[in-house]
C-alpha cells in the first residue's frame, strides 16, 4: 500500500505539472456553456423549458467521459513510452496498479470537473446538499468509464491503432446514441431504442433526478442506480482479471 501511495503522489504531481490543461477543461466548460449553451437552450426552450440546465449537466457528463478516457490512454501511452516497464520493476502488484490509475483518474475528475459543477448548482440555484450527491454520480460514472478504458489496454499492447479504432468508435456511440445532451422523447425511435441500452443514458439521467430536474423523460432513478452501480462493478473486475495478465506481456518484452 505505501508504495501505491508513493507512485500515486508522484503521478498527481507529473499530471497537475500541465496547469494549462486543467484551464482548458474550465475553458472549455466556460465557453460551452455560457455562450453556445445559450444559444441552444433559446432555441428549443418552446418544448423543453430548463433546457439549460440539462445542457449544463450533459456537459458536466462529457468532461467526466473525456477526464476517465484520458486515464486510460494514459495509461496505454505509458507502455509504449517505456514508463510502464520501469513502474512493474517497483515492488507493486499488477492489480493495485490497476487501482493506482484508477484513483488518479477519479481525482484529475474531481479538480477538473469539481469547480464547473459548483458553478452549475450555483447559477441555478441548487442547494448545496445536492453537491455531494451529484459529485458521487459523476465520479461513479467516472468508473465505469475508466474501468472500459485501461480494461481495453490489453488490445493496445498488441495493436495500438486497433485501441484508437475501439476507443474513437465507443466513445462516440457511448456519446451520441445516449441522453446527455437530449432526453430519448426528442430522438427517432431507432435512435431512442438503441440509447436504452447506453449505460450513459442512465448515468445523465440519475444525474438529473439528483438535481430534481423537472423532465418527465428521464429514466427510473432506481434502475438508472442499479445500472451505474452495476457498469462500475463489472469494469473493475474485468479490469483486476485483464490488466494483471496484460502486463506480463508489458514486462517480458
Known sequence: MRELLTLLTF???ETFDSIPWTVYFWFFFGFQYFVYGQLVSKLVSYSLPNYYVYYGTGLLI???????SWSGRRFVEGAHEGRL???LSLPIRRGELFLEQLMLGLIANIVRIGPPLVVVLWINGMPPAVLITSTLVLLSMSVG???IMISLSFVAFKSFD??????ASTSAILIRFSTILYPISFMPSAYGSVARFNPLTYGSDLLRNVLNLDVSQLLSPGTAVVVVAAVGISTLTLGMVLVPRALEGVKSS
Open 11 to 13: 503521478e498527481l504531481k
Open 62 to 68: 462529457i468532461m467526466t467521459f473525456n477526464v476517465a
Open 85 to 87: 516497464r520501469y513502474v
Open 145 to 147: 468509464i475508466m474501468g
Open 162 to 167: 486497433i485501441y484508437s479504432a475501439i476507443v
